[in-house]
């Protein structure tokens, strides 16, 4: 296993090829550099054996990162390292780095097992095999594979232990294949292939698939064939692109326990995108969050959850989301049309340069508490979801005098036996330990 290290990584998609020749032409510098970057300047550490999760909105880039890592995209500036390699220019077989695709990319004239057994048999040092399509090469060929593997760690994982292959017995393989299994040729390191196979599809509870085609599968069964062609060869680092996506809910939820259960069991080093935060919030280690091409916070899931370090992040981590007001400082206290929030001496020189300007004020919806307190202040329902467990409302406040009009409204989470209806007006208090404040200009948190 490894660490992955990530230094100053940029990257810029050159401009359209569709343009014509003289459109480029009368591009000029100037235009080219203010081209927008879809990575600027990553820097983060992923630890050996962490799971990381790359968190964000679509088109944060996120996946773009995850095709860097891998080899599938080249660099505009920066490195990538890779345990004590730096990969920057290589290609991504040389990597030792399995990826998992959002729409899995399994071979579909290949049998699941084919399929799984697919990465070994290409790290082997032999010649090519029929699965790609091309022909069997020389002798040659193969003993120069055998070389540049070596050179490159990009021989089967230590684990497998695949014997030495000739290029006679991956020739003979490769021919016989096909046949039936009384009359196939298997060589040394095509019995220790059968048995990662059986061992990762035991784990991955596809024993029974082993047979069948792609097509042949539900959506479910294909992403644990997508992993388990992944886990077979044991690489350094695991790439997973929003693998979860295309299943429904509830098996999303198994997948995703499951994923977890298995990365832990092996110990690889695992870079996981999502768009999903309750996937992040639940499988990380850490979650490293992103937002048009920048990394905004990079920290453990609750450390996260409690400490944002700007509005985006209080934002998008937390469902439902965090409701944000804004108030003005006025000795000591947040002053809003519909309530006054007093604040601890904690406070006091953290807002002091506030004094008489506006705050953005922000509070969870569970930590918005229902009831009369000397410091509430009514609310007025508009709608409600009622999930059983508990009920969201989405409430308007009432000004504190009449003249004063307030369209603010606020999510609230309330428990499931508190009886609501819309229209009706009840009593909230904001507590002053779990409020979060925001500089209006940078959206940056303000501590305490």
Same mark, same amino acid.
Request: glycine share 6%; proline share 7%.
């Given at each position: 296993?490894?660490?992955?290290?990530?230094?100053?990584?940029?990257?810029?998609?050159?401009?359209?090829?569709?343009?014509?020749?003289?459109?480029?032409?009368?591009?000029?510098?100037?235009?080219?550099?203010?081209?927008?970057?879809?990575?600027?300047?990553?820097?983060?550490?992923?630890?050996?054996?962490?799971?990381?999760?790359?968190?964000?909105?679509?088109?944060?880039?996120?996946?773009?990162?995850?095709?860097?890592?891998?080899?599938?995209?080249?660099?505009?500036?920066?490195?990538?390292?890779?345990?004590?390699?730096?990969?920057?220019?290589?290609?991504?077989?040389?990597?030792?780095?399995?990826?998992?695709?959002?729409?899995?990319?399994?071979?579909?004239?290949?049998?699941?097992?084919?399929?799984?057994?697919?990465?070994?048999?290409?790290?082997?040092?032999?010649?090519?095999?029929?699965?790609?399509?091309?022909?069997?090469?020389?002798?040659?060929?193969?003993?120069?594979?055998?070389?540049?593997?070596?050179?490159?760690?990009?021989?089967?994982?230590?684990? $497998?232990?695949?014997?030495?292959? #000739?290029?006679? *017995?991956?020739? %003979?393989?490769?021919? =016989? !294949?096909?046949?039936?299994? /009384? &009359?196939?040729?298997?060589?040394?390191?095509?019995?220790?292939?059968?048995?990662?196979?059986?061992?990762?599809?035991?784990?991955?509870?596809?024993?029974?698939?082993?047979?069948?085609?792609?097509?042949?599968?539900?959506?479910?069964?294909?992403?644990?064939?997508?992993?388990?062609?992944?886990?077979?060869?044991?690489?350094?680092?695991? $790439?997973?692109?929003?693998?979860? #996506?295309?299943? *429904?809910?509830? %098996?999303?939820?198994? =997948? !995703?326990?499951?994923?977890? /259960? &298995?990365?832990?069991?092996?110990?690889?080093?695992?870079?996981?995108?999502?768009?999903?935060?309750?996937?992040?919030?639940?499988?990380?280690?850490?979650?490293?969050?992103?937002?048009?091409?920048?990394?905004?916070?990079?920290?453990?899931?609750?450390?996260?959850?409690?400490?944002?370090?700007?509005?985006?992040?209080?934002?998008?981590?937390?469902?439902?989301?965090?409701?944000?007001?804004?108030?003005?400082?006025?000795?000591?206290?947040?002053?809003?049309?519909?309530?006054?929030?007093?604040?601890?001496?904690?406070?006091?020189?953290?807002?002091?340069?506030?004094?008489?300007?506006?705050?953005?004020?922000?509070?969870?919806?569970?930590?918005?508490?229902?009831?009369?307190?000397?410091?509430?202040?009514?609310?007025?329902?508009?709608?409600?979801?009622?999930?059983?467990?508990?009920?969201?409302?989405?409430?308007?406040?009432?000004?504190?005098?009449?003249?004063?009009?307030?369209?603010?409204?606020?999510?609230?989470?309330?428990?499931?036996?508190?009886?609501?209806?819309?229209?009706?007006?009840?009593?909230?208090?904001?507590?002053?330990?779990?409020?979060?404040?925001?500089?209006?200009?940078?959206?940056?948190?303000?501590?305490?």
């Amino acid at each position: 296993m490894a660490n992955v290290l990530l230094k100053n990584i940029t990257k810029v998609f050159p401009a359209s090829s569709s343009q014509s020749d003289a459109a480029q032409k009368e591009t000029n510098q100037a235009e080219k550099i203010a081209t927008p970057a879809v990575l600027d300047d990553i820097n983060l550490t992923i630890n050996d054996g962490e799971f990381m999760v790359l968190v964000g909105p679509s088109g944060c880039g996120k996946s773009t990162l995850l095709r860097l890592i891998s080899g599938l995209e080249t660099l505009t500036s920066g490195e990538i390292q890779v345990g004590d390699r730096i990969v920057n220019t290589l290609p991504p077989k040389q990597r030792d780095i399995a990826m998992v695709f959002q729409s899995y990319a399994l071979y579909p004239h290949l049998s699941v097992y084919d399929n799984l057994a697919f990465g070994l048999r290409r790290a082997l040092p032999a010649a090519q095999s029929e699965e790609d399509g091309t022909e069997e090469g020389t002798r040659e060929d193969a003993e120069k594979n055998a070389e540049e593997n070596a050179k490159n760690k990009d021989s089967v994982n230590t684990e $497998l232990r695949v014997p030495s292959s #000739s290029w006679i *017995d991956s020739t %003979l393989v490769g021919l =016989t !294949r096909k046949l039936p299994a /009384s &009359l196939r040729y298997d060589s040394p390191a095509e019995k220790a292939i059968r048995q990662r196979v059986g061992t990762v599809a035991k784990m991955l509870q596809i024993e029974d698939l082993l047979n069948r085609l792609p097509k042949q599968l539900s959506g479910g069964q294909k992403q644990r064939v997508a992993l388990g062609r992944a886990m077979a060869r044991n690489p350094q680092v695991f $790439l997973m692109d929003e693998p979860l #996506s295309n299943l *429904d809910a509830k %098996l999303r939820t198994e =997948t !995703r326990a499951q994923i977890v /259960s &298995l990365q832990r069991q092996l110990g690889t080093t695992t870079i996981y995108v999502t768009h999903d935060q309750t996937e992040a919030m639940t499988m990380g280690d850490r979650i490293a969050v992103m937002h048009k091409g920048h990394l905004q916070q990079v920290a453990p899931p609750l450390e996260l959850y409690r400490t944002p370090a700007n509005k985006f992040v209080a934002a998008f981590i937390g469902s439902p989301p965090m409701n944000f007001l804004t108030v003005t400082v006025r000795a000591g206290q947040l002053v809003h049309s519909a309530f006054n929030v007093a604040l601890s001496e904690l406070w006091k020189e953290a807002i002091k340069p506030y004094t008489n300007q506006t705050l953005t004020l922000g509070i969870r919806p569970e930590h918005i508490t229902i009831g009369q307190t000397p410091n509430s202040f009514p609310a007025i329902v508009n709608q409600f979801e009622a999930l059983g467990s508990e009920t969201f409302v989405i409430a308007t406040l009432s000004p504190t005098t009449p003249d004063e009009i307030d369209n603010t409204q606020l999510q609230i989470r309330i428990p499931a036996e508190y009886p609501v209806q819309a229209g009706n007006t009840f009593q909230i208090s904001l507590p002053p330990d779990k409020i979060h404040l925001f500089d209006p200009h940078t959206e940056h948190a303000i501590r305490p």
